[in-house]
């Protein structure tokens, strides 16, 4: 038996040789430093374990699953003879039928394939023929007209039942047309079952024709007089047919974009092993609403796997929260935080992470600091998971602008002035409160210290700071507190610490009291000055019962 090596390479093909040890399972491979090996014989029916992947992983995710799982409902219902079945339920039956089954019926990628399943039928036929059930006209009641709704629910159901008994038996094809379409299409294009011009309707045979077949005739054919080689793995190759245009943002169409290459003569081909590794690339990213993150982690493949397996079980299988934006940047750190390996600890080498966001690849190194930070934030990150505002159509989230920001080496000083600023004005799109805020602040004082620009401040006295704001709180006049809020804001936002002090002193002077000796620290550096001031405004403005900074705060 033929055993293929295929070795780690640059973050893309990383990506795709994760997402083969992904489709295939690590048992079927054997992995040994930065190579996999593995028997041609795996790549029998490949295009099935191809599919059946992305929808295992995907399922809850699809539309085909929205249109089976409405049978769960169904049956609640029979077995209670419908004694249940109230407004809510009629009004969620409707929604049913008019959003799921009417219109995942009629599509095209959809009927595209009922053929496949049964040509007996006519599915989109049944999605006509769906309609409404117990529309109330003006003053009629849900139970007067119970008795007439429960019968009309009963006929619509047996209807239903044709459908969701023909989309399961289907699962096969409609579930693998979800899966191109929202997975799939993120990381390439244009051939196979994704070129609009294909005449083939099975989608698993287009694939292994298009990738698995080639591979095979690769391996039989006689290349020992070739003078061209594969510009990913050096193998040698026929000719320069092969190329990386179906990668989404990376390949380039080499017939009409010579300028891309050398001397305008392409010699950028790639082996028929390679194309399906590449093809895999989807399976190697975790996506979550079309935003994919996949970490190039390759100092071996064991790593390689095993870091990308604990991002995506973290987002897709153990998050007990339904999928958000902000998965892919908790799973990223939830993954590397919980490291147990001494011997490795994510500190022998920066990590690359390869994000997928709006149709473009976006890159960050996570360096030895980031890491470091993140784990000892770990306790106020988990604090701001679910924390955010509004701004405009934007929906900015406390944790993926944190993450962000730390990765990209920023401080978090005019996140914070904003987040404090919205929630003082009473601003109706801000949800969270200054407990949160100060979380964010605990944060950006663990990053300070790592970048060595401030190191006197603990968590500790940055509470004991709050505390002597709320203080300040308790004594000053309410009517007063708007205006000294705004001055206060404004001179921490332009950085200056005289017209601050004028404030804080002028202040205390007119409540017959001495200002804290922690205001002394304010003119060491910008970077004390703002921490200093944050979190004497984080008292002003919010109470320490809700100060949720994920630690002691006694800690000094």
């Not at 019926?105 to 599915?123: G, M, Q, R, W």
């Not at 698993?204 to 054919?221: C, G, I, K, Q, S």
């Not at 190194?365 to 993140?374: E, G, H, V």
């Not at 017959?512 to 703002?530: L, N, R, W, Y």
């Amino acid at each position: 038996m033929k055993e293929i090596e295929c070795r780690i390479g640059d973050w893309l093909f990383n990506a795709g040789l994760t997402g083969f040890m992904n489709i295939v399972g690590e048992d079927n491979i054997r992995r040994e430093g930065q190579s996999i090996f593995f028997d041609v014989a795996l790549l029998d029916k490949f295009e099935n374990r191809y599919f059946d992947y992305f929808i295992g992983e995907y399922e809850k995710t699809l539309s085909w699953y929205k249109i089976i799982s409405y049978k769960d409902e169904m049956e609640r219902h029979r077995e209670t003879d419908f004694s249940d079945f109230d407004e809510s339920a009629l009004e969620r039956l409707n929604d049913y039928i008019a959003n799921v089954a009417k219109y995942y019926l009629k599509s095209a990628s959809y009927s595209s394939v009922y053929s496949l399943i049964d040509n007996t039928v006519e599915p989109t036929e049944w999605g006509k023929n769906l309609a409404k059930v117990g529309q109330l006209k003006k003053k009629e009641t849900f139970d007067e007209k119970r008795a007439e709704i429960i019968q009309s629910v009963k006929q619509v159901y047996v209807q239903l039942d044709q459908i969701i008994a023909f989309c399961m038996e289907g699962k096969k094809y409609l579930a693998a047309k979800n899966v191109i379409y929202t997975v799939i299409k993120n990381g390439w294009n244009g051939i196979s079952f994704l070129n609009p011009q294909t005449k083939e309707k099975d989608s698993y045979t287009d694939y292994r024709v298009t990738f698995v077949d080639p591979v095979l005739e690769y391996l039989e054919a006689d290349l020992e007089k070739s003078k061209l080689n594969c510009s990913t793995c050096n193998a040698k190759i026929k000719n320069l047919k092969l190329d990386l245009s179906f990668m989404n943002e990376t390949g380039f169409d080499t017939a009409r974009k010579t300028s891309h290459v050398w001397d305008f003569n392409n010699d950028i081909a790639i082996c028929p092993i390679c194309k399906l590794i590449y093809s895999c690339v989807p399976a190697g990213f975790t996506y979550v609403y079309g935003n994919g993150i996949f970490i190039n982690d390759s100092i071996d493949v064991n790593t390689l796997y095993t870091v990308n397996k604990k991002v995506r079980n973290e987002i897709l299988h153990r998050s007990t929260d339904s999928l958000t934006q902000t998965s892919p940047y908790r799973a990223l750190i939830e993954a590397i935080t919980s490291q147990t390996d001494e011997k490795r600890q994510y500190e022998l080498a920066d990590i690359q992470v390869v994000r997928y966001e709006n149709e473009t690849y976006r890159f960050n190194i996570l360096s030895k600091r980031a890491l470091k930070i993140f784990r000892q934030s770990k306790g106020q990150l988990k604090a701001i998971q679910r924390c955010g505002f509004k701004e405009g159509n934007l929906n900015i989230n406390f944790y993926q602008e944190t993450v962000r920001r730390l990765m990209n080496n920023e401080n978090l000083f005019t996140f914070i002035h904003k987040t404090m600023y919205l929630k003082i004005t009473n601003f109706n799109n801000a949800y969270y409160h200054m407990g949160h805020v100060g979380a964010l602040l605990n944060i950006n004082t663990n990053f300070l210290k790592e970048i060595e620009v401030m190191t006197d401040i603990s968590r500790g006295k940055i509470w004991y700071i709050s505390k002597s704001g709320t203080e300040f709180k308790d004594a000053y006049p309410e009517h007063k507190l708007s205006g000294f809020n705004y001055k206060m804001l404004n001179a921490l936002k332009t950085n200056n610490c005289d017209a601050f002090m004028d404030i804080i002193l002028n202040s205390y002077s007119y409540l017959g009291k001495t200002a804290p000796s922690f205001f002394q620290d304010v003119f060491e550096d910008t970077e004390t000055f703002k921490t200093v001031g944050y979190a004497f405004m984080l008292g002003v403005n919010g109470s320490l019962e809700n100060n949720e900074n994920g630690g002691d705060n006694n800690e000094e």
